[in-house]
């Protein structure tokens, strides 16, 4: 099991330690670095900023939104990025939700997220593979676009650049059912946004047909304290926010995940706090046992336990949100 550093987004400004973190990992032998985007900071600028600071870690977008960009803006970047890293890029995406695509960027939510997700991915894969010009007959990524307020003027087109690699590796954030099942045939890894290692069933049918080079590659909050409880609440804060604040009510994807994972009453209960303005209330109500089952907290040796139990999986990358340099280095003495 390979380990990466998972930076996330920017909150107000940018993360001054973040640099440095991703220079750390890379004299540890981390395998990559991820950084990631919501409505503020973008991926790609933060991973060519750390691109130009390292030599060997590998560089993914954890991740893209498929919202902000045209699929072939998308290929543009990455191939550019892979050029100037000397092949080291490997592109996150994701859709994220109603509430997001609709009201950052204002386009409407794919009534067929797995149709979208599959055009998306089809033509980033022609810009990459460049064996002719991109054509797509979708639904939602025509190319050349055929639209009624189209000129009719468009034409087949081929990336100017040769990308470096064409096989640049693809990952795709998915969380239904059908959704993990269709990547496992699309893309070249998952990037699943809570996985336990206790509960390896609630994806084992999604996952039946991926093929052996498949990545598997969440991200868990990592951090080494003696009070569990303290070093949890971070962990119980994003999962308040996430499962409470990011999406609707009778649309939110890691709410509903949350519930097949066993915990359907806790996460409604969330949903309700922090709909109501009880947000305090909706981080207290997130139980402890699923922060904990989903992260790396505590001491030394009991994350050395914990982390037997994520080796023992079909995880091959296990992507860690840790807050200081120590905690990398016990991560990457103990996976060694």
């Not at 994003?238 to 994972?261: E, K, P, S, V, W």
Request: include cysteine; charge should be neutral.
């Amino acid at each position: 099991m390979r380990l990466g550093l998972a930076l996330g987004y920017w909150g107000r400004g940018p993360d001054p330690r973040h640099l440095d973190l991703a220079r750390e990992a890379e004299r540890l032998g981390y395998a990559s670095v991820w950084t990631a985007e919501s409505w503020g900071s973008d991926a790609f600028t933060v991973l060519t900023w750390i691109a130009a600071h390292t030599t060997r870690i590998q560089l993914g977008t954890g991740i893209a939104q498929m919202a902000a960009r045209t699929p072939t803006a998308t290929a543009m970047h990455a191939l550019t990025l892979d050029h100037l890293s000397g092949g080291r890029m490997l592109l996150g995406l994701g859709l994220s939700g109603p509430q997001v695509v609709e009201g950052w960027y204002g386009r409407p939510f794919p009534k067929s997220p797995l149709t979208a997700t599959r055009e998306y991915v089809d033509v980033v894969r022609q810009v990459l593979r460049r064996e002719g010009p991109v054509t797509l007959d979708g639904r939602f990524h025509t190319h050349p676009y055929r639209g009624p307020d189209g000129t009719g003027l468009g034409k087949p087109l081929k990336a100017i650049t040769h990308p470096l690699r064409a096989g640049l590796p693809v990952l795709l954030a998915a969380e239904g059912p059908k959704n993990i099942a269709q990547t496992c045939r699309i893309a070249d890894g998952w990037l699943p946004l809570y996985w336990s290692p206790e509960r390896t069933e609630v994806y084992a049918a999604s996952l039946a047909d991926a093929p052996e080079s498949f990545r598997i590659a969440p991200m868990a909050r990592a951090v080494v304290c003696d009070d569990v409880a303290e070093g949890l609440l971070p962990v119980k804060a994003m999962l308040g926010f996430y499962i409470g604040g990011m999406g609707h009510a009778t649309r939110n994807f890691h709410a509903d995940l949350m519930a097949r994972m066993g915990y359907e009453e806790e996460a409604r209960r969330i949903q309700d706090l922090f709909r109501e303005g009880r947000r305090e209330e909706a981080v207290r109500a997130v139980p402890d046992a699923f922060a904990d089952e989903i992260s790396l907290v505590g001491p030394r040796a009991r994350i050395a336990e914990r982390l037997d139990l994520w080796r023992a999986g079909p995880v091959t990358d296990l992507l860690v949100m840790a807050p200081d340099p120590h905690t990398l280095r016990v991560l990457a003495e103990l996976n060694s």
